[in-house]
T-cell receptor, first 113, second 112 residues
């Protein structure tokens, strides 16, 4: 019974490059959430998706960040033209229903040089 | 701005004692409340959730909710050194569920 899967676990990018973070939810879960945890700060909501739909992106920066959850394949969080301030741990969580418990993946640690 | 407040700690308790972690939230419309445990460098792990006023017990853990006071707590009985971690309180952002608002967490240290 696999849990939430994320890859890569660690990602190093130079300023200006693109970062792609992938998340496969738990089996039977169709609700995916992305959160970011900056050093010494709490977890902050970024975006909530269901298959092929962005439900709530109110926590996502307006520029450079985008997310998708296609009909087939994992959810992807894309950060274009990364800057040093994007360095953080990015966590994906999934839930079987919109108001259900959320289970977190292992996270992707992004380092921007 | 909807907020979730926790004492950052550290909260230090001896092995075998009861650890009490507290959390307050600002949005009266919140319906769902969660406690996560996060070890350093790891991802949050769901340990308890509670939706109704009162107590909910699961093994050594008890979650307590008081919606009138906008207060939720977590009790850990017979604390073990392996319980040493940061405990995150999370509250759903609005009545429709969806996103969680997290507190910054309380660091618990259990000494043997």
């Amino acid at each position: 019974n696999a849990g939430v899967m994320q890859n890569p676990r660690h990602l190093v990018r130079r300023r200006g490059q693109e970062a792609r973070l992938r998340c496969s939810p738990m089996k039977g879960h169709s609700h995916v959430y992305w959160y970011r945890q900056l050093p010494e700060e709490g977890l902050k909501f970024m975006v909530y998706l269901q298959k092929e739909n962005i439900i709530d992106e109110s926590g996502m920066p307006k520029e450079r960040f985008s997310a998708e959850f296609p009909k087939e394949g994992p959810s992807i969080l894309r950060i274009q033209q990364v800057v040093r301030g994007d360095s953080a741990a990015y966590f994906c969580a999934s839930s079987p229903r919109y108001d259900g418990e959320q289970f977190f993946g292992p996270g992707t640690r992004l380092t921007v040089l | 701005q909807k907020e979730v407040e926790q004492n950052s700690g550290p909260l230090s308790v001896p092995e075998g004692a009861i650890a009490s972690l507290n959390c307050t939230y600002s949005d009266r419309g919140s319906q769902s409340f969660f406690w996560y445990r996060q070890y350093s460098g790891k991802s949050p792990e769901l340990i308890m959730f509670i939706y109704s006023n009162g107590d909910k017990e699961d093994g050594r853990f008890t979650a307590q909710l008081n919606k009138a006071s906008q207060y939720v707590s977590l009790l850990i009985r017979d604390s073990q050194p392996s319980d040493s971690a940061t405990y995150l309180c999370a509250v759903n952002r609005d009545q429709a569920g969806t996103a969680l608002i997290f507190g910054k967490g309380t660091t618990l240290s259990v000494s043997s």
